[in-house]
């Protein structure tokens, strides 16, 4: 079991440039999160999705879009990216919405 | 606004002491709070908790919440080095996790 992986692990971005986050789970859980974490603001719930072919907005879903288009992976988009958006990025997968949440190893983003 | 606040934001220790962090929380619709270690990386599930008074117990490391008051506390005996970390503290309300902003811990040998 690769459990939660993500790709790339890190990325350079110009300012105005697009990109794809792939976040891929193997253990068939039905919820998948994606979040934000910024030096002193903790994690920051991004979009979230409770299945395959659903999809919702978090604490701060401005500036991203994500697409759950098979159960084992959910895509975050920044289709014009800004240097506010430089952040280390994870994705989450939980069996259940009571149930603890796993964790893949995060995506490093610069954008200049 | 829900939100999720945790002390103290850092604390550097001794080998063999024990610490108390704090998780304090204001939601609309708790379901359960939970204890993440993060050492650099991704987060790695600690506890869950989703009843009052009830301790849970791993090792050195122990929790409790109280649902009352609206906080729960970390416990950790016996710090070693290997326990230097971030302690995240999340609340679910449901569709949605709300974490802290974590509690950076040093162990000094």
């Known amino acids: 079991n690769a459990g939660v992986t993500q790709t790339p692990k890190f990325r350079v971005l110009k300012t105005g440039q697009s990109m794809t986050l792939l976040c891929a789970q193997d253990m068939n859980h039905e919820y998948m999160y994606w979040y934000r974490q910024d030096p002193g603001m903790g994690l920051r719930l991004i979009h979230y999705s409770v299945g395959e072919g659903t999809t919702a907005k978090g604490e701060v879903p401005d500036g991203y879009n994500v697409s759950r288009l098979k159960k084992q992976n959910f895509l975050l988009g920044l289709e014009s990216a800004a240097p506010s958006q430089t952040s280390v990025y994870f994705c989450?997968?939980?069996?259940?919405?009571?149930?603890?949440?796993?964790f893949g190893p995060g995506t490093r983003l610069t954008v200049t | 606004e829900d939100k999720v606040v945790q002390s103290p934001l850092s604390l550097v220790v001794h080998e063999g002491d024990t610490v108390t962090l704090n998780c304090s929380y204001e939601v609309t619709n708790f379901r359960s709070l939970l204890w993440y270690k993060q050492e650099k990386k991704a987060p790695t599930f600690l506890f869950m908790l989703?009843?009052?008074?009830i301790e849970k117990k791993s090792g050195r490391l122990s929790s409790i919440l109280d649902k009352k008051e609206l906080f729960s506390i970390l416990n950790i005996t016996a710090t070693q080095t290997g326990d230097s970390a971030v302690y995240l503290c999340?609340?679910?309300?449901?569709?949605?996790?709300?974490f802290g902003t974590g509690t950076s811990l040093t162990v000094i040998p």
């Open positions: 999340a609340v679910n309300t449901g569709n949605q996790f709300y």
């Open positions: 989703t009843s009052s008074g």
């Open positions: 989450a997968s939980s069996p259940t919405l009571t149930y603890e949440q796993y």
